[in-house]
Antibody, heavy 115, light 111 residues
Framework: EVQLLESGGGLVQPGGSLRLSCVASGFTFSSDAMTWVRQAPGKGLEWVSSISGRGGSTYYADSVRGRFTISRDNSKNTLYLQMNSLRAEDTGVYYC????????WGQGTTVTVSS | NFMLTQPHSVSESPGKTVTISCTRSSGNIASNYVQWYQQRPGSAPTTVIYEDNQRPSGVPDRFSGSIDSSSNSASLTISALRTEDEADYFCQSYDVNDHGVFGGGTKLTVL
């Protein structure tokens, strides 16, 4: 069974940093692109970033480019999202998902940016 | 980039059929696959349709997806509605640079 388990969320002050992790199991992790999607409270889904299977290609939404960095460690079946210079509008639930198509989703981890 | 536009809400009675549309603002809807996700309150999204019309294992065949190039839109159709189908539904696609795009979501009420 394919499973994705996010962690690393929490409360952080504006301007602070946080690193999210997503551990994958049940499939050949290095074969698939991976994606981060977020959802602000009471709002819809927003694509944040994607990374190719080997990690050589990365893609970012304009709202996070230059502040967030997506990466992966295929030896650990783990996807990361390093978030710097956090803003209040980055608050929400962050989901990792398999492939650009997001065919499998994790349960999400909550990020709150507030002073 | 393009946008995907969905109706804010739809409602229908149990046992009936409902269709949710997802209209692409520019570029051909058939250029990139469209996915559909169901999200119940307090839960993570789950995929009900991928690659325009494919159902993941475990998703009942009451759920079907299609695309229509004439209206440049995708549709999710749910037949024989059940109260458990009440949820938010989001469409998704991506552009040539593999940037994801989500529709704003449609709240389905089964009353």
């Amino acid at each position: 069974e394919v499973q994705l388990l996010e962690s690393g969320g929490g409360l952080v002050q504006p301007g602070g940093s946080l690193r999210l992790s997503c551990v994958a199991s049940g499939f050949t992790f290095s074969s698939d692109a991976m994606t981060w999607v977020r959802q602000a409270p009471g709002k819809g889904l927003e694509w944040v970033s994607s990374i190719s299977g080997r990690g050589g290609s990365t893609y970012y939404a304009d709202s996070v480019r230059g502040r967030f960095t997506i990466s992966r460690d295929n030896s650990k079946n783990t996807l990361y999202l390093q978030m710097n210079s956090l803003r209040a509008e980055d608050t929400g639930v962050y989901y990792c998902a398999k492939r650009i198509l997001c065919d499998v989703w994790g349960q999400g981890t909550t990020v709150t940016v507030s002073s | 980039n393009f946008m995907l536009t969905q109706p804010h809400s739809v409602s229908e009675s149990p046992g009936k059929t409902v269709t949710i549309s997802c209209t692409r603002s520019s570029g051909n809807i058939a250029s990139n696959y469209v996915q559909w996700y169901q999200q119940r309150p307090g839960s993570a999204p789950t995929t009900v349709i991928y690659e325009d019309n494919q159902r993941p294992s475990g998703v009942p065949d009451r759920f079907s997806g299609s695309i229509d190039s004439s209206s440049n839109s995708a549709s999710l159709t749910i037949s024989a509605l059940r109260t458990e189908d009440e949820a938010d539904y989001f469409c998704q696609s991506y552009d040539v640079n593999d940037h994801g795009v989500f529709g704003g979501g449609t709240k389905l009420t089964v009353l």
